[in-house]
């Protein structure tokens, strides 16, 4: 097992060791004191982990699961059933990002110390992703309910945090235990986090040396024109969410005719080759290459075509275009301003709002305004469709509803692996083509800088975020 | 001169209480709420009402001012809204990082600086006019900049010192030099320029002065007038320099360790502010009021030592 990892990871916000209200970007730091029920791997299949096994009923609504035996808690507490129960109420009462994602787990039954019943109000086969997450990792059902969990991490995980030596929100040092019952996930004796807000720091850090890996998402292009070691995948799909479907604003959003014109607006390889620098690539879809329901033909429906789009939208009654306003981040303006110059060249006029990083998602999901400037990095198709375009999903602010989505989606959650893929390929064709209710404009590349001889990255496809487990010792060690 | 100190400090606690209120007020004009970075994705109108209930950020603003300042008064500065973190914690964990920072450049760009205006104001010709220049130089170069550069060439290129982080002093106390290194020398450039041209200027006075003659008649040497006469008397206003300037590298300093990676103050308000994280916010800020105050007061006794007729005023 090789020394020490040290890692340059961003986060929003330094991490609370609650699980319940952990969120993706805090992953790392709460995966090394706690184990999930289910583990995924980078190829995204799922490995048992504190549950053994699990199945569905064939009607969807019972999720049964087999845990792991003689598992112990930091406090001494015994891991079984009557745990998962309680962890499963604490995310489901709290006020974590994934309380509203467990409203569909409408009550726990211990059938014995390793068995458990979960009861569904409606069918959700997203129960294993949402397993694997923070919100399936198991603290002691005596440490939840205390504020201390936040400062003080209590689970089954392979190392102990070492708060005397970490800085508090900056600088997280956690040991390996060596009495760690599922040893072999892990390879570092001493893993560091540090917390860094400038991705400049990052690069600098891993090209000098004083770091061994470092996260890049929004500035991709400079760390890899850095000239450290890279490894990249699409994570986030830029994409220009038209929220006001119904046109309550501005009415002519609510022309599907007009939506659909302003899709043919849009250069995206002049996109990703000028702003991205030829990092990611064009998309006309927010689903990503491996995922299920992903369709190759739908990135080629919309050409680039100015003329055609102005047609479009005199034939719709606006021959001379109209505003409408969209919502965003500052730092994402130089990809957005060429959004509006594309948008003017066909007479339309889009308002940019841009909004601190505290109320951004929140101005989208409250419904202030007909657009969103959203890179969305989706995970998993079925949970994601089920994010962006049923009437109550929650980027769905006018609650636009239409039939055929709902009624493919519903299938969705009770048919076959295959059948699902299929449902979900068709949902993704009529968000797209027939509704237009979302300009996806590329793919960028999220990543990480590496030192090769400490550390090597397992093979990743960017199906999910490489977590610690992916990273074993490099050449050197 | 004990009451002198004694009012200053009452004169302190009032700013400090002024300073609170005022920065009550100007973070809760600012709209957003934690309860967005705490979602994430997931914040719902419904979600974050629910955080903000549970936080306490949906009562009336009298109510949150008064639990505020009753808590300050019991020196407690709360918890970070996002992760429960006491915010004395982080405190404790980073003053130390952005007081090394400061404390160096400080000692650092006053000894220089010192020295170089001390020795282009005895010497003149072309030492001075060398010293002026780079002095000049020196001003006009922004610290960030400066950063910048020393971390691309002595960092990444030759890899000679660490372009980023830090390693506390009880683990490796070289290791701590070495990561304060490049930062302190990007912090102090700009303020050695400044107590250079003030320590001239003072020095030009002072030598015109009638005691300089009276000494020189008197066969004392030249070195002993320069440094234990002239430099005593022009130290004054040196002094109320270093004051101001330290004030400016601590907010200086919030660039610095953004950019080199240093888990000081300047980084945690910084993802304070962006994360709505009121209670480190207004400690913080509260923190650096107190700093500045407490360095105010050291800099008038400081003034009184070197000046007796401060010290009858």
């Known amino acids: ?477 | 001169m004990i009451g002198r100190i004694v009012r200053r400090m009452l004169e302190a606690i009032l700013l400090v209480f002024l300073v609170a209120s005022a920065s009550f007020i100007l973070i809760q004009l600012t709209p957003g709420s934690p309860a967005d970075i705490i979602l994430g994705t997931n914040a719902t109108l419904e979600g974050i009402a629910k955080i903000n209930h549970a936080l306490g950020l949906d009562q009336p603003l009298p109510v949150q001012y008064f639990n505020y300042i009753t808590s300050l008064a019991r020196l407690d500065l709360g918890r970070s809204l996002i992760n429960n973190q006491a915010v004395d914690v982080i405190v404790v964990s980073r003053l130390p990082v952005t007081m090394s920072l400061a404390v160096l450049a400080t000692i650092v760009s006053s000894a220089v600086g010192i020295l170089a205006g001390a020795v282009a104001a005895t010497h003149g010709g072309v030492a001075d006019r060398v010293i002026t220049t780079l002095s000049g130089v020196g001003l006009a170069l922004p610290a960030f900049w400066v950063g910048a550069v020393l971390v691309l060439l002595l960092g990444i290129r030759l890899q000679l010192l660490p372009a980023a982080g830090y390693t506390q002093p009880s683990e490796s106390v070289t290791e701590w030099i070495s990561h304060l290194v490049l930062p302190v020398t990007a912090l102090a450039l700009g303020q050695v320029a400044g107590i250079t041209r003030q320590t001239r200027g003072s020095m030009l006075t002072e030598a015109e002065k009638p005691y300089v003659r009276a000494l020189m008649a008197a066969g004392v040497s030249r070195r002993s007038i320069v440094w234990r006469h002239m430099l005593r008397n022009a130290s004054i206003p040196v002094v109320t320099t270093l004051g101001l300037q330290f004030v400016g590298v601590l907010g200086g300093a919030v660039v610095i360790e953004y950019l080199f990676a240093l888990p000081g103050i300047g980084t945690a308000l910084m993802s304070a502010a962006t994360t709505h994280d009121i209670p480190i916010l207004q400690g913080l800020v509260v923190l650096s009021a107190v700093v500045v105050l407490i360095v105010n007061l050291v800099v008038d006794v400081l003034v009184v030592f070197l000046n007796p007729k401060a010290r009858r005023a």
């Open chain 1, 1 to 477: 097992m090789a020394d020490s990892l040290l890692m340059y990871t961003p986060s929003g916000a330094a991490p609370n060791f609650d699980p319940a209200n952990g969120n993706v970007n805090e992953y790392n730091f709460l995966a090394l004191v706690y184990d999930p029920l289910i583990r995924r791997m980078s190829d995204g299949s799922f490995q048992p982990d504190l549950a053994t096994d699990w199945s569905y009923s064939s009607d969807g609504l019972t999720f049964s699961m087999t845990l792991q035996s003689g598992v112990k808690f930091s406090d001494g507490t015994a891991f079984d059933a009557t745990a998962v129960k309680a962890n499963i109420e604490n995310v489901k009462n709290g006020t974590g990002s994934y309380a509203s994602q467990f409203k569909s787990i409408a009550s726990e039954t211990v059938v014995d110390a390793t068995h458990i019943q979960l009861t569904l109000s409606a069918p959700n086969p997203s129960l294993p992703v949402l397993f694997s997450t923070s919100a399936g990792m198991m603290a002691s059902p005596t440490a939840l309910g205390s504020k201390d969990l936040s400062t003080t991490p209590d689970g089954t995980g392979p190392y102990t945090y070492d708060a005397a030596d970490s800085v508090a929100n900056d600088t997280l040092i956690y040991n390996i235990k060596d009495d760690y019952w599922n040893p072999g996930h892990y390879h570092f004796k001493k893993v560091t986090l540090k917390i860094f807000s400038d991705e400049t720091a990052a690069v600098d850090a891993v090209a000098s040396g004083a770091a061994d890996i470092s996260e890049f998402s929004t500035d991709f292009a400079k760390a890899k024109s850095s000239g450290i070691t890279m490894t990249g995948a699409t994570y986030n799909v830029w994409g220009l969410g038209l929220l006001d479907r119904g046109g309550s604003i501005v009415p002519a959003l609510g022309n599907v005719e007009v939506r659909q014109a302003l899709n043919y607006a849009f250069d995206r390889a002049g996109v990703v080759n000028t702003i991205m620098q030829g990092i990611g690539a064009p998309t006309t879809q927010v689903l990503k290459p491996w995922m299920e329901g992903y369709d190759k033909d739908l990135d080629s429906y919309y050409t680039y075509d100015v003329a055609k789009a102005k047609q479009m939208l005199a034939d719709a009654g606006y021959p001379n275009g109209f505003t409408f306003r969209a919502v965003s981040l500052s730092f994402f303006d130089v990809e957005v301003q060429a959004w509006v110059g594309f948008l003017q060249a066909i007479g339309v006029t889009m308002t940019v709002v841009d909004v601190s990083p505290d109320q951004y998602i929140s101005s989208i999901t409250g419904g202030k305004y007909e657009a969103a400037v959203l890179p969305y990095g989706a995970l998993d198709s079925y949970f994601d469709i089920g994010q962006l375009f049923l009437p109550d999903s929650s980027f769905n602010p006018f609650h636009s509803s239409d039939d055929q989505i709902n009624a493919w989606y519903k299938q969705a959650a009770i048919a076959s692996a295959t059948d699902r893929a299929n449902l979900l390929k068709q949902i993704n064709n009529r968000v797209e083509k027939d509704l237009a209710w979302w300009i996806c404009v590329n793919g960028d590349e999220f990543g990480y800088g590496y030192d090769p001889k400490k550390v090597q990255p397992v093979a990743w496809t960017g199906l999910r975020p490489l977590l610690l487990y992916d990273w074993l010792p490099g050449t050197g060690a």
